[in-house]
C-alpha cells in the first residue's frame, strides 16, 4: 500500500431521487450557450427529453454535439473539439457513457489552439481546462464522471490509450438513477462489470490506499449486492441508482489508486478488435483475478468479509469464493466469455501480447508481475 497518496474529486456532486433537477441550478444566470456532448443512441432513447428540457428553462442557448462514436480515436476526438471550438460554447454537460463523458473532458482541456489530441498522447500535462464541465452519467459503469482519464483508440498502433490529466476531473457531477433506467441488459452488464472491475483492481493494486480502498470498497459491497436485478429488471430503480453510485466509486478509486493488468491486457481486445470496453475487461477478468490470488490473497479475503461475511476456515478459501462470486456474476448476465465470438485466434495471439505488454502504466499496478509469457497465457484462457 502507498504511504503517500492523495484524493481529487469533482468539485460537487449531486445525488438523489430528483438530482437532474440541479442542472436548472448551476446553469441559470451564469452560463449563456452550454454545448451538450451526446450520442444518437443517447438522443434515440429518449433519454435527453428531461435534461434538455430543464435546460431551456434556464434560459440557456443550447448546442447539441451528438456525433460521438461508442469507442473514438484520437482523430474522431479532435473532430469533436473542433466542433466545440466553433460553437462558442461557455459550459459543458455531458450526458451519455465514457465515451462521451470523454470526450467533453477532453474537450474541455483542448479548447485551444495550443496543442491538439496527438501532442496530449504525447504530453497529457500539456492540457489545461479553460471550460467547466457538469457529468451526467447515463451508465452504471465507466465512472468516467470522476476520473481525470479519457481513452481513446489509435489505430496505428492498434491499441486504445489513457489520457491522464488531473485538470480533466469534472467540476459537477450528477447522479441520477432515473437516466440509466432505459438501458438494454447488455449494456447494463457490459458497464457494470467495468465498475466492478475498477473496484477489484484498485483494491488489490500496488498503488492502492487508504483513500482508493475505501471507495473501491464499498463500490464492491454495492456491486454485489445489486448488480444482477438492476441489469436485469428495467424497473428496478433502486438496484439501478445504487450501482450508479458503485460506479462512480469505482471512478473516484481509480482517481486515487489505478487499475491493473485487467485493463492492460483489455485495451488492445478494444483498440484492434472494437470489443466494448465492458466486455473485453469482463473476459480478462476472471483469468486475471485467478493469476493474481496468491499475490492478493489477504485483499480478496477482505472482501469477502465485506460483502458476504459468513465464516470461512481460511484466506484461500474466501479469496475462492470471490473469483468465484465474479463468474457467478458474469455467467449470469450472458458476458461472452470467448474470443472465437469477434474472430480471434491463434495466429493473433503474438500481436495480441506485444500490444498488452505496451501498457506498462497500468501493468506496473499489478501486485504479481505480468512477463509476456505470462500475458500469452492469459489471453489462451480466452480463446
Keep these: 500500500m502507498l504511504e503517500d497518496y492523495k484524493l481529487k474529486m469533482p468539485g460537487a456532486v449531486f445525488g438523489g431521487e430528483h438530482a437532474l433537477d440541479k442542472i436548472v441550478e448551476l446553469i441559470k444566470n451564469k452560463y449563456k450557450k452550454p454545448a451538450v456532448f451526446t450520442d444518437k443512441g443517447i438522443e434515440a432513447a429518449g433519454i435527453l427529453e428531461e435534461p434538455l428540457g430543464l435546460l431551456k428553462e434556464s434560459g440557456a442557448q443550447i448546442h447539441l454535439i451528438d456525433e460521438i462514436p461508442s469507442e473514438p480515436t484520437y482523430e474522431q476526438a479532435q473532430k469533436t473539439i473542433d466542433s466545440f471550438k466553433e460553437s462558442g460554447s461557455d459550459f459543458i454537460i455531458a450526458i451519455g457513457g465514457g465515451s462521451v463523458m470523454d470526450m467533453a473532458k477532453l474537450s474541455s482541456i ?202 470461512k476456515k481460511n484466506d484461500e478459501e474466501k479469496a475462492d469464493w470471490v473469483i468465484g462470486r465474479m463468474s457467478e456474476i458474469i455467467k449470469r448476465l450472458e458476458i461472452p466469455d470467448s474470443l472465437k465470438a469477434y474472430g480471434i485466434g491463434q495466429e493473433d495471439l503474438e500481436e ?19 512477463t509476456a509469457q505470462d500475458a500469452r497465457n492469459l489471453y489462451m484462457q480466452i480463446m
Excluded at 495480441?352 to 505480468?370: C, D, F, H, I, P
Design 352 to 370: 495480441l501480447t506485444r500490444s498488452g505488454m505496451e501498457v506498462q502504466r497500468l501493468l506496473v499496478n499489478n501486485k504479481k508481475m505480468v
Design 110 to 311: 483542448a479548447a485551444t489552439n495550443d496543442y491538439t489530441v496527438k501532442d496530449l498522447l504525447e504530453n497529457p500535462s500539456i492540457g489545461r481546462k479553460t471550460v467547466k464541465t457538469l457529468m451526467i452519467p447515463t451508465t452504471a459503469g465507466t465512472g468516467a464522471e470522476a476520473t481525470p482519464n479519457a481513452i481513446v483508440a489509435v489505430p496505428e498502433k492498434e491499441l486504445k490509450v489513457g489520457i491522464v490529466n488531473e485538470e480533466m476531473v469534472p467540476d459537477y457531477v450528477i447522479l441520477d438513477g432515473r437516466m440509466t433506467a432505459g438501458l438494454p441488459k447488455k449494456i447494463a452488464a457490459a458497464t457494470g462489470i467495468d465498475a466492478l472491475a475498477h473496484a477489484i483492481e484498485c483494491y488489490t493494486s500496488n498503488k492502492a490506499n487508504p483513500f482508493s480502498n475505501m471507495f473501491a470498497m464499498e463500490a464492491l459491497r454495492l456491486i454485489f449486492a445489486n448488480i444482477e436485478k438492476a441489469c436485469e429488471d428495467r424497473t428496478a430503480l433502486k438496484e439501478k441508482s445504487s450501482m450508479l453510485l458503485a460506479a462512480f466509486y469505482g471512478g473516484v478509486a481509480i482517481t486515487a489508486s489505478g487499475t491493473t493488468a485487467v485493463h492492460a491486457l483489455s485495451y488492445p481486445l478494444g483498440g484492434k478488435y472494437h470489443i466494448p470496453h465492458g466486455v473485453s475487461n469482463a473476459m480478462m477478468l476472471l483469468p486475471v483475478m485467478k493469476f493474481n490470488k496468491e499475490a492478493c490473497m489477504s485483499e480478496l479475503a477482505q472482501v469477502y468479509d465485506a460483502v458476504e461475511g459468513k465464516e
